[in-house]
């Protein structure tokens, strides 16, 4: 007998408030930081910290296989990157592809991912510690 699972969904109202308002920062970076710091480095920072939200406002799944999926994912779009995936699927006149998917590989930026997803997994363990001793 074949036995079926079937994805649990459960909205998070927390998680989702703070993709929202990551997205938001998100926006706001894409718009107006032309720098080299904060569009480059902490836009793909706060990136990774806002798909692992989104997925979690949807989704209770464990911290760890969570964040670790939303790192892969990361890094698998980064490396869509460096084959210029974009231009393959015929997008680069989308200013929506290119802005969502990218345009240029960068080695640092799967640092920044790694940063982003690192801050995930503190946060999640203060959160966890403060629920124990409460």
């Known amino acids: 007998m074949i036995q079926r699972r079937y994805i ?6 927390l998680y989702f408030t703070f ?12 718009k107006f930081a ?8 902490v836009g793909d920072v706060l990136v990774s910290i806002l798909i692992y939200c989104f997925v979690k406002s949807f989704l209770p799944t464990p911290v760890l296989p969570t964040a670790l999926c939303v790192l892969l994912f990361s890094y698998t779009i980064e490396v869509m990157q460096y084959f210029h995936i974009v231009n393959r699927l015929g997008l680069q006149n989308s200013k929506t592809a290119s802005t969502v998917i990218g345009t240029s590989f960068e080695c640092i930026d ?21 629920k124990h001793q409460s």
């Open 19 to 30: 993709a929202v308002l990551l997205f938001g920062i998100e926006i706001l970076i894409a």
């Open 34 to 41: 032309h720098d080299p710091i904060i569009r480059p480095y």
């Open 8 to 13: 649990n969904l459960k909205f998070n109202t």
């Open 110 to 130: 799967l640092v920044a991912y790694t940063v982003g997803i690192a801050i995930v997994l503190y946060l999640e363990k203060v959160s966890t510690n403060r």
